[in-house]
């Protein structure tokens, strides 16, 4: 009796365990949308094997990605979405396979108008050294910036990046392909900046589903889940539904690639040209 009694608890457990809200850092709509769909996408494939869940989402929004580690490691959320450095895969369990296909490995520079002529004449690393970027001082790429001897004015708050830009604090802010646009249909109190048009910068940036070492069943159905929406497509076409005009705006094709080197990115399963940079 005490037996059977025992194994409908643990069965109880386990249920109540699969069936609880899944805990995600960095969820703000307006910023992350592509990878609720794409955590949401993964849920709902695995559901008949690892039952339904749900996502929660915490208080904080979009909380830095190293307090999104340290919330991770405490088990107060469930998943992050953030890039591998050494150290980060020494700690936490990861699935190698990027979310964003390569395209956050790709930044293009928005400038003030009035220096258009002057980033005409950039071609390699060593023209750029010239110039100085803004940056976010937390943000993972900071330190690659820093290896390849480029100038930074680092911020603790990026949010003022784009009006010290204006200001002439310094020469660029990078971003990503499908933030560069964005960022300037949505402040246009800033009309002298535009989107520089010929150059891109080019270095290794994956992002991974991250999960606290303990959290192994957690990690296994991430894994299924990719595996299966890779299989059929879903996961091609939701990439595609959400950044294929973005991709093709940014026409890197055309563009002069300066790349960096990525010192954190030894170790790191090596990547090949994404199908969306190849259409």
């Known amino acids: 009796m005490f037996k059977s009694c025992w194994l409908t608890l643990l069965l109880l457990c386990s249920c109540l365990s699969q069936a609880a809200d899944l805990r995600l850092c960095q969820h703000a709509p307006e910023k992350y949308?592509?990878?609720?769909?794409l955590t949401e996408l993964i849920l709902a494939r695995t559901?008949?094997?690892?039952?339904?869940r749900q996502i929660a989402r915490p208080e904080q929004a979009d909380p830095p990605q190293e307090r999104c580690l340290h919330l991770l490691q405490s088990q107060q959320v469930d998943v992050a979405f953030v890039p591998p450095t050494a150290e980060r895969l020494r700690d936490f369990a990861v699935i190698p396979v990027d979310l964003h296909q390569g395209m956050l490995g790709y930044r293009l520079l928005l400038i003030r108008r009035d220096q258009a002529e002057r980033f005409a004449r950039v071609k390699t690393l060593e023209d750029l050294r010239q110039l100085r970027g803004?940056?976010?001082s937390q943000w993972s790429d900071f330190s690659v910036f820093a290896a390849n001897g480029l100038p930074v004015v680092g911020m603790a708050n990026p949010n003022n990046l784009l009006a010290m830009l204006s200001q002439g604090r310094f020469d660029y802010y990078h971003r990503g392909l499908h933030e560069a646009w964005g960022d300037l249909e949505h402040h246009p109190e800033y009309p002298n900046l535009m989107v520089e048009p010929r150059l891109a910068l080019t270095y290794p940036m994956p992002v991974y589903f991250t999960f606290n070492r303990q959290d192994q069943a957690l990690?296994?159905?991430?894994?299924e889940g990719l595996r299966l929406i890779q299989a059929d497509g879903s996961f091609a076409a939701l990439f595609q539904r959400h950044f294929g005009t973005i991709?093709?705006?940014?026409g890197l094709q055309r563009r002069q690639l300066i790349h960096l080197d990525y010192p954190s990115a030894v170790g790191l399963p090596a990547t090949t040209s994404p199908a969306w940079l190849r259409h």
């Open 33 to 37: 949308a592509y990878r609720l769909e």
């Open 47 to 52: 559901a008949a094997t690892f039952g339904a």
């Open 134 to 136: 803004g940056f976010g």
């Open 219 to 223: 990690r296994q159905r991430f894994e």
């Open 247 to 250: 991709a093709e705006r940014a």
